[in-house]
């Protein structure tokens, strides 16, 4: 969903909505690797053009003792569902400097049928708990067959949730970060601007700093190894969702000959820099808006225009509201006196566009803060983005994005005058969110730790077939996305679903379901070219 204020990089992650319980948030900065990451292996030198090398198929004889650990299962106060602790190297070029200890959760397959082994599961962020997925839907809402022949199981990456967080600001503090004017009029805001994400940024390194060096997606790519070699797989069977597919796709560069079935829904492009990749997804939310727009105008009451009112003339309206949001703050009921300003009523709509399930709840939202001053149900849109409470606090989801995005990859810019030149072409990609994403895409500036990522290309040579699944309208992941990567793996097949939303698998599409189905139980790839809708 999806690293701010407001709206500050995440890669792509199904956000948390009433339609259907998920992670969290979208993303806009994107992926890792590099010769010089601790966790990473070799590169070919240069930009978008270097390729993620396997590391070699011998395991060192200094990680011997990590992977040939035993995982000690145990209750955790969710019914079905077992939890253990697993120890990985803090840094992969030097074991011996302490270890971190990352959260598991398993539920044993549930039917007598040929058991497939693990299925590993991960919805994405980066930050979101994999762990808290699938004890609140992959593990009980994953149809019925997957679950009679896999084991499924998620691991909580490092700095993530349950995995030795990365520690930032408290719920107080979030809560002016996400407030903060992600659309400066003038050089005092500009200032207090850069001043959030500075803030942010020093209290990620005063309080994480053994950990902030060593939350790369390589490093818990890694991880995800040791763990296949803990469970006694021989491969790892595997579906990642939007962030979730950069994790996946970089497992399978560095660990080809043990990819098992492998499932990327909602795919990212590696080889992408931030700067481009966040103005792909600029580009990708102003889609989802349109259709937003066209079905809004149909239905009675919609406050951004009746019938005959144009996408173009819905967008204007929205932007009207929001910049008497940004002068004239409106009432939102919040406990905490918090009030609905543009920065978050700008995250509230950008939580719906991810799930056209989520329309009807936008519509009423908009209604209610438009024609009654009535700032709550967009407030409610931006706190499930943000995965805050009512009681004020905050998960660790935009602590841990910002720590992985910020190490994975070069900062999309260096200063607010790279903003401004930025801006004309953000702005072209979408006329309703361009000038907040560029702003948003300013906060790894300040990161406290040097990003040791470049744009890369994943070919994962010898590895089994790798479904990658690309939603034609998909805000978050645009679809060229899912396109690349598909092209870059030596294996990939891609698997279009033609429609709206934030990845495609359990989304209702039976056409997705039965092809993502059929391949794992029975290991048959989609036919090439298949589409669905």
Request: aromatic share 8%; net charge neutral; glycine share 10%.
């Amino acid at each position: 969903m999806h690293t701010r204020p407001s709206l500050r990089r995440t890669r792509g992650a199904r956000p948390r909505t009433t339609a259907r319980l998920t992670a969290a948030l979208f993303t806009a900065a994107a992926l890792l690797v590099s010769a010089c990451s601790s966790g990473s292996s070799t590169t070919s030198s240069g930009g978008a053009d270097a390729v993620l090398a396997a590391l070699p198929r011998a395991t060192p004889s200094t990680l011997s003792s990590y992977y040939s650990q035993r995982l000690r299962w145990r209750g955790c106060g969710v019914p079905g569902f077992q939890c253990a602790t697993m120890r990985v190297p803090l840094d992969y070029a030097d074991p011996g400097a302490g270890d971190v200890r990352l959260a598991v959760a398993r539920k044993l397959a549930t039917g007598k049928g040929r058991p497939l082994g693990s299925l590993l599961v991960n919805p994405g962020g980066p930050g979101g708990s994999a762990v808290g997925y699938l004890q609140s839907y992959a593990g009980i809402g994953y149809p019925a067959d997957v679950r009679v022949h896999y084991d499924m199981v998620a691991v909580d990456p490092r700095g993530v949730a349950r995995s030795e967080p990365v520690e930032c600001l408290d719920g107080r503090r979030m809560d002016a970060y996400t407030q903060t004017d992600l659309t400066p009029d003038d050089q005092r805001e500009q200032d207090a601007l850069v001043a959030a994400d500075r803030a942010f940024a020093e209290s990620c390194g005063a309080h994480s700093a053994r950990l902030l060096r060593h939350v790369s997606t390589v490093e818990a790519a890694r991880d995800m190894d040791i763990l296949r070699a803990a469970l006694g797989d021989r491969r790892l069977n595997y579906v990642g969702a939007s962030y979730g597919t950069f994790l996946g796709a970089t497992y399978a560069g560095l660990f080809p000959d043990r990819v098992g079935r492998m499932v990327l829904d909602g795919a990212m492009d590696p080889s992408l820099d931030a700067r481009q990749m966040n103005l792909d997804q600029t580009a990708g939310f102003e889609t989802a808006f349109q259709a937003f727009a066209k079905d809004c105008v149909w239905h009675s009451g919609c406050a951004l225009g009746g019938r005959g009112t144009t996408p173009a003339q819905v967008g204007d309206h929205l932007r009207a509201f929001f910049r008497k949001l940004d002068a004239h703050p409106i009432p939102a009921g919040d406990a905490d006196g918090r009030k609905l300003g543009e920065s978050l009523a700008t995250t509230g709509v950008i939580a719906a566009m991810y799930d056209q399930g989520t329309w009807e709840q936008l519509r009423e939202a908009l209604t209610s803060a438009m024609k009654e001053n009535d700032g709550a149900g967009l407030l409610a849109l931006s706190d499930s983005y943000y995965e805050r409470d009512a009681d004020g606090h905050y998960s660790n989801l935009m602590m841990a994005n910002a720590a992985v995005n910020c190490l994975d990859l070069p900062s999309a810019f260096m200063g607010p005058g790279q903003v401004e030149q930025a801006l004309p072409a953000f702005e072209k990609a979408s006329p309703v969110f361009g000038e907040t994403l560029a702003w948003a895409s300013l906060n790894c500036a300040y990161w406290p730790v040097k990003a040791t990522g470049e744009p890369h290309r994943i070919e994962a040579r010898g590895a089994a077939p790798i479904v990658v699944v690309g939603t034609t309208r998909d805000p978050a992941t645009p679809y060229h996305w899912a396109r690349s990567l598909a092209h870059q793996l030596s294996s990939g097949r891609l698997l279009t679903y033609v429609g709206d939303g934030h990845t495609a698998y359990g989304r209702g599409s039976t056409c997705i379901d039965t092809a993502i189905n059929t391949y794992l139980l029975q290991g048959t790839s989609p036919s090439v070219g298949k589409r669905c809708s």
